[in-house]
């Protein structure tokens, strides 16, 4: 599609990335279910192994289905690559062990969603990553900890649980005058609400598996490039960029692939090695639901900011987090960067505490409980017990999780049905 028009975001999420099949003129997107593609002759096959012709060799590196996926993600988030990989948590441990290697280090923000928290202070560091968490989310608390070691600065756009918004701006400028590139988790706000690249963000994560999928049947995830980090200006820093790399037989990226220098690489080292790659039935799954997310997610935000509303409203309620409403502490900043709007994940407590909490829960009929976002049902879950119960009390404070804390992520069906759900059960929690 590259004659065509820019087009808008509900646009390209319906066409970008695949035209008409030729031979079969199939107007869905074709489920390529091969693991091998044949080479015309040794020339050919050589070609490809060389990057010199595009083309397909296996599909754990590619694949034309998970390609059209990656395309349509690319243009969504305003970049020049993407790699779409087996689950979000793939993504992140690709983009950041893209970037960094044993006597490194990262900085990350401190509230994130539990199993990257998990991946960053356990696991990371028995690899030779240090993980430099910031003490708050200001941009001076990263920059004290950047040293010429650093090699990314990490953050949520919407952190996961806690809403907590970045200012992925002036986050982003305070690691651009290090020379440190910057990977932001853009799941629970999505393209639609916010593109991170166009705020100086240079790489792009996603948890598919959330409100980009929708439709909580498939896990995946993606990495996108926004082709404007300079590597080679900073090559003492990264010289895995523009020096040659060993173990693709001496490719030099920044020569090969220009701008997509680092999403070339993340596919043909991290994922070409160690494969979590996306599988193509789920990539077909995944760009179904996003033939939606548009629609999707202007319903989640106001159905997610009516809850909110009510909530506070209601006096068996002791606090309510959602900086779509105004009172909210990341209200301002979900002005500055999605008009006011804040997706559909909101916490709050009840009064009666963390007995009142579990009894609230145990009450819901509509929502489900359980470990998940982002699906069009709406889901429930109790943190503390869950997704964040292997934490020391201490870490659980710092993640921005309180014992009585419930999590929503308000679907799309009804508003009024969601209220009177919510209702019922918040009588039974008194
Ligand atoms: C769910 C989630 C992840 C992990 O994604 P998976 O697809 O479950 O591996 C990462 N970041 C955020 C913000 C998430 O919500």
Known sequence: MTDTPRYA???ISIHTGYETEPTSKAVATPIYQTVAYEFDNAQHGAD????????????????????????RVAALEHGVGALAVSAGSAAINYAVLNLAEVGDNIVSLPQLYGGTYTLFAHMLPKQGIEVRF????????????IDSKTKAVFMETIGNPAGNIADIAAISAVARKHGVATI???????PILLKPI?????????????????????????????????????????????????????????????????????????L????????????????????????????????????AEYLSGHDAVDWVSFAGLPGDKFHGLAE???????????????????????????????FKRLVNIGDAKSLSCHP?????????????????????????????????????????????AR
């Open 9 to 11: 975001d509900d646009t």
């Open 48 to 71: 490809l192994f060389n990057l010199a012709v595009p083309g397909n060799i296996y599909s754990r590196i590619m694949n034309p289905t998970v390609d059209v996926l990656e395309q």
């Open 134 to 145: 910031a003490e708050d989310d200001s941009p001076e608390a990263v920059e004290k900890l």
């Open 184 to 190: 932001a988790d853009n799941t629970v706000a999505t």
């Open 198 to 270: 166009d705020h100086g963000i240079d790489i792009v994560v996603h948890s598919l598996t959330k409100y980009m999928g929708g439709h909580g049947t498939s896990l995946g995830g993606v990495i996108v490039d926004s082709g404007q980090f300079p590597w080679a200006d900073h090559a003492e820093r990264y010289p895995q960029f523009s020096q040659p790399e060993a173990s693709y037989h001496g490719v030099v990226y920044t020569e090969a692939m220009g701008p997509a220098a680092y999403i070339g690489r993340a596919r043909t080292v991290p």
């Open 272 to 307: 070409r090695n160690t494969g979590a790659c996306l599988s193509p039935m789920n990539a077909f799954m995944l760009l179904q639901g996003i033939e939606t997310l548009p629609l999707r997610m202007e319903r989640h935000c106001s159905n997610a900011l009516a809850v």
């Open 336 to 366: 500055k960067y999605m008009h006011g709007r804040a997706s559909s994940i909101l916490t709050f407590g009840v009064k009666s505490g963390f007995d009142g909490g579990v009894k609230f829960y145990d009450a819901l009929k509509l």
């Open 384 to 428: 503390a017990s869950t997704t964040h119960r292997q934490l020391t009390e201490s870490e659980l404070a710092q993640a921005g999780v309180t014992p009585e804390m419930i999590r929503l992520s308000v679907g799309i069906e009804h508003i009024d049905d969601i209220i009177a759900d919510l209702d019922q059960a918040l009588a039974a």
